[in-house]
């Protein structure tokens, strides 16, 4: 398979162009900004190229499933009926890729057209992370679509999907810098860090980082540089076999103290905020060192926790083994049967690659503090390479008046899809459920904007609200909550 | 005193009313909306009861199930939030449509732009041309774009007045109808639709169905019957399978009215009915005979499924079942007890008789595969749905709304013209910009300077 090589060289297109924007935006050089576009254009062409390589690729996989399944070879437009059947959207890393194609397509148009030097920074790095996420995944593989996603709806539906969300993202890069220039105490968003990342650091370590200092990881098996998932099969005392891939615990001292501490200050941080704020004061000086100090509590919580996880150590066979039998196994009597070695076995190693989502989470909110620490130091120079405050708020509401309709054509396609694949147009099932607060946060928006004492920094907050909840309901339910979305599974 | 008491009543009655159809009460409404939902998502739904008390013993769960926290999408606090949520809609309406109907109509009818701020401009524009000429002019110009143009001539003056889109101060009410429409397709499908489910052995028929009412399936007889004439499985080479189809027959007062070949995302409609393939189970059909005697009994047996056979004094265990795949013939395993002492053996069944007959030589009975596939039962899925027509024109009315809300908007443009020189004023209901760039781009067309003159601020 030649596009997931293509999907990584395309990483690195984009990492080179960030760096490109970042020199363009220090140096504030035409020559510099206009390679910027032209350097992000050639990554959009590029990963568009990749993007139909992996679709030509999948369509053999679907034409070979279907000859050996019907036992007969396919030619002409029925060949090419099979071959276009199977769009690079049906499961997580291909979903991730589009994406970041879509990420792409919304940022350039949003770049050349709204004219903010800051924003090339911004957009490319949400491109860059979503192409580092899918690089990350281990399940990279295409196999056939399963019934459920044979339905011409589902093309319209990813579609949608694939143009509202990155929108609904240049929409909140927008409400930030409008927030940025509205002379929002640099408190604030040190403490929107702080407990954002505290949340992060509770969601990814749970229970068991928070009261044990412990972080479960994935066991995976190293070949031929690539990671794979390491499966296990064991017997339990009725003799009934069960296949696992369960994670890993290993010591981290002192992190889940941190995030505990960390936790209870941001919120009592929090309740002095929003009291101090409600009683029209403003923000003391004295409190305002108290976010800052959480927000860097926070991210050497995080720094600490990807550290470990990094570094864990290359594990022999029978460690492994013994590791299984001791954290999963002894309790239950059940006994280790077999390791599936899938690509021939050792070295194993404990790596946070096994865990996507949780890396993602951790460096989202490593550039969150990053964001914080820029703002501290350079919050002058920053708010001046920004436009009007009054042309922000109509930039961001014209990107959300732009997506609100997809976001309701994207609801509406879903509707009809799973009405004709399941005889329901809406099941409660928490994906759909998740689109409807996605739909309700926007319309709140809308609401809110044209609301007499309640425009200006609570629609642009909205606006940043409201993209945290589109990626929940793109991922985080998926992961958190399962549902029926084919792409839950890793 | 009379009157006072009269005026007091009133006076609440008003803050009440402007409580209610105020845009903030939407918000509030929204909000609670959300909140709603996100509960549904993080508490389990209509789980098992175990499962719930594991998570948060029994007391709690007493409190939660009182209050609707396990069926949330279902609770009367999630319905009430909905219907005020209606009712806020049509109070907004009735309060906003005085205001609109005045912004549409009776404003446009003065034929005079007046006001400031972002959405008014105004340009002063020197003409070296007779007024009757730069008449003409602006009429050719403006003619393409706004095809309602009003001209009145007094002596030595013009005045033109254009104004288009004026429809677009109400489509906002049809977002806010096609939220009602969706809303009460939704309540229509929750009280009247149909849901439930029907499993039919291939070849064989079925006039009743396994109705879902709460959680529970209790069986519901249908007004036809429906028979599964052929079901067919395609599987990929790891197993799974790649595609399934039923092909359906309904049947009403025994005649046949429709026939179709379905599978997942291409349902069966009859009527208000429609089936949708959801689901398909494999089971052995097994040929059990005496040897040495002619007749034979056939059984179908799922897995671990077991079943008397009197005729021939056994019975049957389906201890394990392979369908089999392209190079594996069908395989199973089947427990035969038999006689009145109850010896039991395991009988491996293959596909090949001949093998059968050399494994189970020293057998009481003999066990082969009735035929060469195994024997299908399809799963179906019966719904009824009478609010899915509400649905389906509220999406439609939706997204039409939405886009005639966000992308027409209500442009009002005048022009006094004097001897020397013509006062253009434009006024718009959104996007100032848009309209500006439009009215600069006709007046660079007819070569006329754009610089902002001094009045604009005014």
């Known amino acids: ?490 | 005193m009379e009157t006072n008491r009269m005026s007091r009543s009133s006076r609440v009655a008003d803050e009440l009313w402007n409580l209610f159809s105020g845009v903030k009460t939407s918000v509030v409404l929204l909000l609670l909306w959300l909140v709603g939902s996100v509960f549904g998502t993080l508490i389990p739904q209509n789980g098992p009861a175990a499962q719930v008390v594991a998570l948060y013993g029994p007391r709690w769960c007493d409190w939660m199930f009182a209050a609707g926290l396990f069926d949330v999408y279902h609770s009367t606090w999630y319905s009430v939030i909905l219907l005020l949520l209606m009712f806020n809609l049509v109070a907004c309406t009735v309060d906003m449509l005085p205001r609109k109907f005045t912004l549409a109509v009776e404003q446009p009818k003065t034929r005079r732009v007046t006001g400031g701020g972002k959405r008014f401009f105004s340009y002063r524009l020197l003409l070296n041309e007779t007024l009757e000429e730069a008449t003409e002019r602006f009429r050719h110009l403006l003619a393409r774009r706004f095809p309602k143009l009003h001209v009145s001539k007094q002596e030595g003056t013009c005045h033109i007045y254009a104004q288009k889109q004026a429809f677009s101060h109400f489509m906002i009410f049809l977002v806010h109808l096609s939220v009602l429409l969706i809303i009460l397709g939704g309540f229509i499908s929750a009280q009247w639709g149909f849901e439930g489910i029907m499993e039919i052995p291939e070849g064989e028929d079925r006039d009743f169905v396994f109705r879902k009412i709460g959680n529970d399936y209790r069986p519901a007889s249908l007004p036809f019957s429906v028979r599964c004439d052929d079901f067919r499985l395609e599987r990929f080479s790891n197993g799974g399978p790649k595609d399934y189809y039923s092909t359906l027959t309904v049947s009403e007062d025994g005649k046949e009215v429709v026939s179709k070949r379905i599978e997942v995302n291409e349902p069966l409609s009859f009527g208000e009915f429609n089936f949708y393939q959801s689901s398909f189970h494999e089971k052995a059909a097994l040929k059990v005979s005496v040897p040495g005697q002619e007749t034979s009994q056939t059984v179908q047996l799922g897995e671990g499924e077991m079943r008397f056979v009197p005729e021939t004094g056994t019975a049957l265990r389906l201890s394990s079942f392979s369908p089999g795949s392209k190079t594996f013939g069908m395989m199973a395993q089947v427990l035969v007890i038999h006689g009145e002492k109850g010896d039991t053996f395991q009988v491996p069944v293959t596909s090949d008789a001949e093998q059968n007959a050399r494994m189970q030589e020293k057998l009481p009975v003999r066990i082969d595969f009735a035929s060469n596939e195994p024997a299908y039962t399809t799963g179906l899925m019966v719904v009824a749905d009478p609010g899915v027509g509400w649905i389906w024109a509220g999406s439609f009315l939706m997204v039409l709304g939405l886009y005639l809300t966000f992308y027409t908007s209500h442009r009002r443009l005048s022009i006094d013209l004097d001897g020397q020189s013509a006062q253009l004023k434009g006024v718009t209901q959104r996007n100032p910009t848009a309209f500006r760039r439009e009215i600069e781009a006709i007046l660079h067309d007819a070569g006329f300077d754009t610089t902002p003159s001094k009045d604009e601020t005014a």
């Not at chain 1, 070879?73 to 049906?90: D, N, Q, R, T, Y």
């Open chain 1, 1 to 490: 398979m030649i596009n997931t090589t293509l999907f990584e060289v395309n990483f690195y297109i984009y990492a080179l162009t960030l760096g490109v924007a970042i020199y363009a935006l220090v140096t504030r050089r035409p020559r510099a900004e206009q390679a910027t576009f032209w350097l992000f254009l050639l990554a959009f062409v590029f990963h568009t190229l990749a993007l139909l390589v992996r679709w030509g690729e999948a369509g053999n996989v679907e034409v070979s499933a279907f000859e050996e399944a019907e036992s007969r070879v396919l030619a002409g437009w029925e060949w090419f009926h099979v071959w276009i059947s199977h769009p690079p959207w049906s499961n997580l890393y291909e979903s991730l890729v589009c994406f970041g194609w879509g990420v792409s397509l919304v940022s350039l148009v949003g770049i050349r057209k709204f004219k903010i030097p800051v924003l090339p920074v911004f957009a490319i790095s949400l491109s860059l992370i979503t192409m580092g996420a899918a690089s990350l995944l281990i399940n990279q593989d295409i196999s056939p679509l399963v019934p459920a996603l044979q339905s011409k709806w589902i093309h319209l539906h990813v579609t949608m999907a694939t143009i509202c969300y990155p929108a609904f993202g240049l929409a909140a890069i927008l409400g930030l810098f409008y927030l940025l220039k509205e002379n929002v105490p640099n408190a604030a968003f040190g403490l929107f860090v702080a407990v954002s990342n505290f949340l992060i650091l509770l969601a990814v370590g749970g229970k068991t980082l928070l009261f044990e200092g412990q972080y479960g990881l994935h066991l995976l098996a190293r070949h031929a540089g690539k990671l794979y998932a390491l499966t296990y099969a064991a017997q339990d005392a009725q003799g009934a076999e069960l296949v696992k891939s369960a994670p890993v615990f290993f010591p981290v001292s002192g992190a889940g103290a941190l995030v505990f501490a960390g936790l209870v200050l941001s919120a009592l941080a929090s309740v002095a905020y929003t009291v101090s704020l409600v009683r029209g004061g403003r923000f003391p000086r004295v409190l305002s060192l108290v976010p800052m100090g959480l927000a860097v509590a926070s991210i050497v919580g995080v720094v600490a926790l990807l550290l470990g996880a990094t570094h864990g150590p290359a594990l022999t066979d029978e460690a492994i083994r013994t590791l299984i039998q001791n954290a999963h196994l002894s309790a239950t009597g059940s006994t280790l049967v077999s390791i599936y070695q899938l690509h021939g076995g050792a070295p194993y190693v404990i790596s946070i690659s096994g865990n996507p989502f949780e890396f993602l989470l951790l460096v989202t909110s490593l550039l969150g503090g990053a964001l914080y620490f820029a703002i501290e130091w350079k919050r002058d120079w920053l708010v001046a390479q920004l436009p009007e405050a009054d042309r922000l708020d109509e930039m961001s509401y014209k990107t959300i008046m732009f997506a609100f309709p997809f976001l309701t054509m994207l609801i509406v396609t879903g509707a009809i899809w799973a009405y004709y694949a399941w005889g329901r147009y809406w099941g409660w099932d928490p994906k759909e459920t998740w689109s409807l607060i996605t739909w309700i946060v926007y319309s709140i928006y809308l609401h809110v904007r044209i609301t007499h004492g309640w425009e200006g920094r609570l629609p642009a907050l909205l606006a940043v609200v409201g993209f945290v909840v589109v990626i929940f309901t793109y991922l985080g339910v998926n992961i958190l909550i399962s549902g029926l979305h084919s792409y839950a599974t890793m």
